[in-house]
Each structure stands twice: as C-alpha cells, then as structure tokens.
C-alpha cells in the first residue's frame, strides 16, 4: 500500500524523516522542511503534515491540505488560522511522564530549599535548614486532560491531595475533586501548588491576576507549565516582590523569547526554565503519527483530534 504524499515541518525534519523511513521504507514519499524559510517556499501541496503548528501555519491555507499531525501538544497558531477544512490532531499521551518529573522535580526543590542549602554551602556556613514535604499538601492542577492526569497521578503516588480545575467540573480519574471555572476562588483558596496546565484560549487570559493572586495563600508555589497568556506577569512579580506567594516557576511566559529587558528576569523567587518542561522528541511523536498514518488512510478517527470551535 502507498502513503499520501507526506510533507514535514520541523527544525529536526530530518530526524522525523529517517524514523518514518525506517518504517515505512518506499511506500511513503517525504519531503522536509527545517526552517520557516524553507517550509513557505519547500511545501509542494501534500496532504499530509508533520510538523511544528508556527511552521504549518505558513501554509495551512492551501486546499489541499487533508491531516496535519502537530508535534506540539498546543496548536494556538493554527487555531487561529481561517482554515478549519482539514483534520488537525496534537500530540497527546506523551507528554505526560515529561512534566510529571519537572513539577515534582522543581517542587521538591522548593521544599528541600535545595537552593539556599548551596548559597550556605558557597559561602562556607553551616546552616541546618528544616526542609518542608510535599505529603498532605494540596496540588490545583489547572487543566484535567491527558498532561495534568498524569502529573495528578504521579504526585498523588507521594501523599499530595491533587484538585483539578476545567470547564464543566466533571470528576476526572486521579483527581480527589474536581472545579469548574464557577468555583475557580474556592479552587484557589485550597492549593499549596498550583499548577498551570491549561491552552491558550480567550477563557483562560490572565486568569491568574491581581484580584484571585490575593485569594491563594501566601505560602503557596505556583507552576505554568501550560501557556504564557495564563498569567498576569506584572500581577504575578507584584505578589512575589511583596512576598504574597512562596514563589513561581515559569515554564511559559506571554512573550517568547523574553526580552533581555523584561523585568521577570530580576522578581525574586522567581524562575523561569524557557520552554523546557517537555520536548518534543521524534521517536516520541513518531510512533504516533504513524499510528494515526495508518487511521487516516484506513479512514478511520484519529487519535488526539483537535476542535476547532474549542481550541483543543
């Protein structure tokens, strides 16, 4: 059997295209892209796309398009294109063991106060510090999809009480309790760690902000690891400079790549790790896309398929 013709779009197409070589041999034909450059003037029309959403939205636009496979589990850029005609799915189910490790890694850092014990150790004094714990803490993870039930289930393995935040409420697995935007005060008022998992849509703009900032306790540590537009940034190095929150861990930040004069940079207690928290690695992604290959040409649903209407 022959593939659709297969374009891909990504700064390690390349990759990408030896992985899908190697299993599917001559049966599929595969042109690449690493640049934006490269993808506007490379695209030749094929139905198929593997790529980047910031890549494929330059060239969305073409009729021709049946399947885009994004390798993001975010799609805001084609979201936001005029096009809807074709079947857009991302990336779910792999990113899960990714940013389950980064939250527990940089929480557990908060609590083991893993920095201070190597400012003591630089400046040569013995300091004994009383580390805090993670168990019978509570995490409000923003967002139940596949990501936030993974990191719901890995923290709920170390005593965390984990409660979730969506869109209608409804109880999710490895959550205790689950909120909806209605109760999202009262969600806020019970989080030790609260942690941003949420896509980028005009509901979830800067719902973190100066007036439900001051209903989280003050000893509380937040984590976005979802998108930038979730937070108020000048609300958020605000409560920090003013010690209202414990501290903050951004992962995403409205403005990508931050400007060197960006006044995140300097708020204490504060992190920033540039878009790290999960990659997309090809022989992750790979193995899905191959999965869904073998749907769309058996004209079957997709795996991680995208509405449009909601914007994920």
């Given at each position: 059997?022959?593939?659709?013709?297969?374009?891909?779009?990504?700064?390690?197409?390349?990759?990408?295209?030896?992985?899908?070589?190697?299993?599917?041999?001559?049966?599929?034909?595969?042109?690449?892209?690493?640049?934006?450059?490269?993808?506007?003037?490379g695209y030749g029309q094929q139905p198929i796309?593997?790529?980047?959403?910031?890549?494929?939205?330059?060239?969305?636009?073409?009729?021709?398009?049946?399947?885009?496979?994004?390798?993001?589990?975010?799609?805001?850029?084609?979201?936001?294109?005029?096009?809807?005609?074709?079947?857009?799915?991302?990336?779910?189910?792999?990113?899960?063991?990714?940013?389950?490790?980064?939250?527990?890694?940089?929480?557990?850092?908060?609590?083991?106060?893993?920095?201070?014990?190597?400012?003591?150790?630089?400046?040569?004094?013995?300091?004994?510090?009383?580390?805090?714990?993670?168990?019978?803490?509570?995490?409000?993870?923003?967002?139940?999809?596949?990501?936030?039930?993974?990191?719901?289930?890995?923290?709920?393995?170390?005593?965390?009480?984990?409660?979730?935040?969506?869109?209608?409420?409804?109880?999710?697995?490895?959550?205790?309790?689950?909120?909806?935007?209605?109760?999202?005060?009262?969600?806020?008022?019970?989080?030790?760690?609260?942690?941003?998992?949420?896509?980028?849509?005009?509901?979830?703009?800067?719902?973190?902000?100066?007036?439900?900032?001051?209903?989280?306790?003050?000893?509380?540590?937040?984590?976005?690891?979802?998108?930038?537009?979730?937070?108020?940034?000048?609300?958020?190095?605000?409560?920090?400079?003013?010690?209202?929150?414990?501290?903050?861990?951004?992962?995403?930040?409205?403005?990508?790549?931050?400007?060197?004069?960006?006044?995140?940079?300097?708020?204490?207690?504060?992190?920033?790790?540039?878009?790290?928290?999960?990659?997309?690695?090809?022989?992750?992604?790979?193995?899905?896309?191959?999965?869904?290959?073998?749907?769309?040409?058996?004209?079957?649903?997709?795996?991680?398929?995208?509405?449009?209407?909601?914007?994920?």
């Amino acid at each position: 059997m022959k593939y659709p013709p297969i374009f891909v779009t990504s700064p390690d197409s390349e990759e990408y295209s030896g992985l899908i070589k190697a299993e599917l041999g001559s049966l599929a034909e595969i042109s690449v892209a690493s640049t934006l450059e490269e993808t506007r003037n490379g695209y030749g029309q094929q139905p198929i796309i593997l790529g980047r959403p910031d890549y494929v939205s330059e060239v969305i636009n073409s009729t021709t398009v049946r399947w885009v496979q994004s390798t993001w589990a975010g799609v805001t850029p084609l979201i936001k294109m005029p096009n809807t005609s074709y079947a857009l799915t991302s990336v779910k189910g792999i990113f899960g063991p990714q940013m389950s490790e980064y939250v527990i890694g940089h929480i557990l850092a908060h609590e083991l106060k893993i920095e201070e014990r190597q400012s003591f150790q630089k400046n040569r004094k013995w300091r004994p510090l009383t580390s805090g714990q993670m168990s019978q803490k509570t995490a409000g993870i923003m967002g139940t999809g596949s990501i936030g039930s993974a990191v719901a289930e890995a923290m709920s393995k170390l005593g965390v009480k984990t409660i979730g935040l969506n869109n209608s409420g409804q109880l999710t697995p490895h959550f205790s309790k689950v909120f909806s935007q209605s109760s999202f005060v009262k969600f806020l008022e019970q989080v030790d760690y609260l942690i941003g998992i949420l896509p980028d849509l005009p509901s979830t703009t800067d719902l973190i902000n100066t007036v439900t900032l001051k209903r989280m306790k003050k000893t509380a540590l937040i984590i976005n690891v979802g998108r930038g537009n979730l937070i108020d940034e000048n609300a958020l190095s605000e409560a920090l400079i003013s010690n209202n929150l414990a501290g903050a861990i951004l992962d995403v930040t409205k403005k990508e790549p931050l400007d060197t004069s960006d006044r995140l940079w300097g708020v204490p207690n504060l992190k920033l790790t540039a878009h790290t928290a999960a990659e997309s690695r090809p022989k992750d992604i790979v193995g899905l896309f191959l999965k869904n290959l073998n749907h769309f040409v058996k004209d079957e649903t997709l795996e991680g398929l995208v509405d449009f209407k909601k914007g994920y």
